[in-house]
């Protein structure tokens, strides 16, 4: 396993950006697809977007397609989410993921979780 951290959540208005990282230590992220997942409250553990171990391929949930973007640089062992567009109803802990393949995207599938970020927007 490859330990994972989370940081950048926080509170925000609705209409704003936060950018979500998960860096990693000990071990390199570059031969892994990562992904982020999302819990809200009272709600399972959802898919929310993915990309390859090189990054030539990205996958997104539908309810965030055109405001967010996951990216890594394998360089700095990072992987990151661009929130932009920010609803009250992306209310969640967002985790980041570890995971080989590319999907089934459940995360029945991930091989390692981060400890997660809490991100609250605010209308």
């Known amino acids: 396993q490859v330990p994972l951290l989370e940081s950048g959540g926080g509170l925000v208005q609705a209409g704003t950006s936060l950018r979500l990282s998960c860096a990693a230590s000990?071990?390199?992220?570059?031969?892994?697809?990562m992904a982020w997942f999302r819990q809200g409250p009272g709600k399972e553990r959802e898919f929310v977007a993915a990309?390859?171990?090189?990054?030539?391929?990205?996958y997104y949930t539908n309810s965030v397609k055109g405001r967010f973007t996951i990216s890594r640089d394998n360089t700095k062992n990072t992987v990151y989410l661009q929130m932009n567009s920010l609803k009250p109803e992306d209310t969640a802990v967002y985790y980041c993921?570890?995971?080989?393949?590319?999907?089934?995207?459940?995360?029945?599938?991930?091989?390692?979780w981060g400890q997660g970020t809490q991100v609250t927007v605010s209308s």
């Open positions: 000990g071990r390199t992220l570059a031969t892994y697809t």
């Open positions: 990309i390859s171990a090189s990054a030539s391929s990205t």
């Open positions: 993921a570890a995971t080989t393949g590319w999907g089934p995207w459940s995360p029945s599938f991930v091989h390692t």
